[in-house]
């Protein structure tokens, strides 16, 4: 959620109530979150975060505020339970944005680190729950699509093994780009 204010405006709000109205600048809300910054603009788009955007049409300065970070970064480091739904969450919020998300990424916004293998385990046991709870499922569409390597820009492993286990990919017959751009395509399109 995003609130516009003038710095005298932002000034008055603070001294008001520093504790709901503190913030800082978004560039360290990125690094305090280690995330990168169109992640953490999602997050203040979905609400999740709150932002600031102090100053005049001229110079604007992002702000987070402090106890929205908090309460997030809190959240993240809670149980598992939720997990699934928190990742399905995000991507159907991507889809819908016709974005696609990094792994690293998304698997931060839910409490894991993509360099820890039983990270990576948990992650891949949670998402595969996000994709067969998702609407999209039973359209033979997975939304793990969605969620690529920084480098590669295509899904994991997994993304295939499940589309192969279903019956949607022949690992022989079908190139991984095509239907990798296929399934992204479809669910753009779902979604419009």
Same mark, same amino acid.
């Given at each position: 959620?995003?609130?516009?204010?003038?710095?005298?405006?932002?000034?008055?709000?603070?001294?008001?109530d520093p504790q709901r109205y503190g913030g800082i600048p978004m560039e360290k809300a990125v690094a305090s979150l280690q995330m990168d910054?169109?992640?953490? %603009?999602?997050?203040v788009d979905r609400g999740v975060l709150e932002c600031f955007d102090i100053g005049d049409d001229s110079e604007v300065t992002p702000m987070i505020s402090l106890q929205s970070l908090l309460l997030f970064k809190t959240a993240k480091a809670a149980g598992t339970k939720d997990r699934s739904e928190r990742i399905l969450q995000i991507l159907t919020e991507a889809a819908k944005s016709k974005k696609t998300l990094y792994y690293g990424d998304v698997m931060k916004a839910v409490g894991l680190l993509y360099?820890? %293998?039983?990270?990576?385990q948990a992650f891949t046991a949670a998402l595969r729950e996000a994709v067969q709870k998702s609407e999209l499922y039973e359209h033979g569409l997975l939304i793990s699509a969605l969620l690529i390597y920084k480098i590669q820009f295509i899904p994991d492993d997994d993304f295939f093994e499940m589309a192969k286990e279903l019956g949607f990919f022949t690992p022989d017959k079908d190139s991984k780009t095509v239907f990798f751009q296929g399934q992204m395509e479809r669910i753009f399109k779902f979604y419009e």
């Open positions: 959620m995003r609130q516009k204010c003038s710095v005298s405006e932002y000034e008055e709000l603070w001294q008001s910054p169109q992640a953490v %603009s999602m997050l360099k820890e %293998s039983r990270h990576r």
